[in-house]
């Protein structure tokens, strides 16, 4: 008996000894490859190189998605007819819930360089003209133009730029981007309530010396 497991375990040792000299040279084969092991892409390179080898890349996400725990993505593309359909949007946020505190934060950080902390379109940018810029923001409380624009409209301009305004999806968020216009349309709502309250106190005061 003795002998048996002696003679077992010698070959059972054999048996090893021979498996792993057996190196195994064949790296085998993966399901989908490009999911396994992603590409190395260096931040500004050339796709040069990526073009030739039949290899798609543009540095942006896949049309219609959208950042983890961002709010529903704005339906119109960058061109005339968005930018006329915009006007039909509506903001998803409730103003009375939106915290103006931190909205005016990220308008100051944003807008407040080029539009003015006041929003009369004097930033330091501009600086009554003696700034870098050469074209003086826009008013967005006095121009006829921004004071009276829907929200839509305005989200579309800062999803995509304007003009000589550039987009500020990168900068901001889709809430963001909503809480920055549920700041500029209080302080637009503020301003006209400003300038309507003297043409009222004038109409008064009119009316009670034409009764004197």
Known sequence: MKKFLIITGCAAMVVAAVSCSNVRRE?????MPDMSY?????????TEALDKAGVFY????VEGTMARGDMAGYPYKNDSAGYAMSVNVKSPLD???VDMKEAERLYLVNCGICHG??????GPLWKGGDGPFPNAPRNLLTDPVVANMAEGTMFH???YGRNTMGSYASQLNTKQRWEVIAYVKMKQAQGKTTVATPAAA???????????
């Open 95 to 97: 103003p009375a819930t």
């Open 38 to 46: 992603s590409r190395a892409y260096e931040t500004y390179a050339s």
């Open 117 to 122: 902390t006041k929003l009369d379109g004097n």
């Open 202 to 212: 004038d109409s008064t005061k009119a009316t009670t010396t034409t009764g004197k």
């Open 157 to 159: 301009s800062l999803t």
């Open 58 to 61: 543009n540095a942006r996400p």
């Open 27 to 31: 790296e085998g084969r993966v399901y």
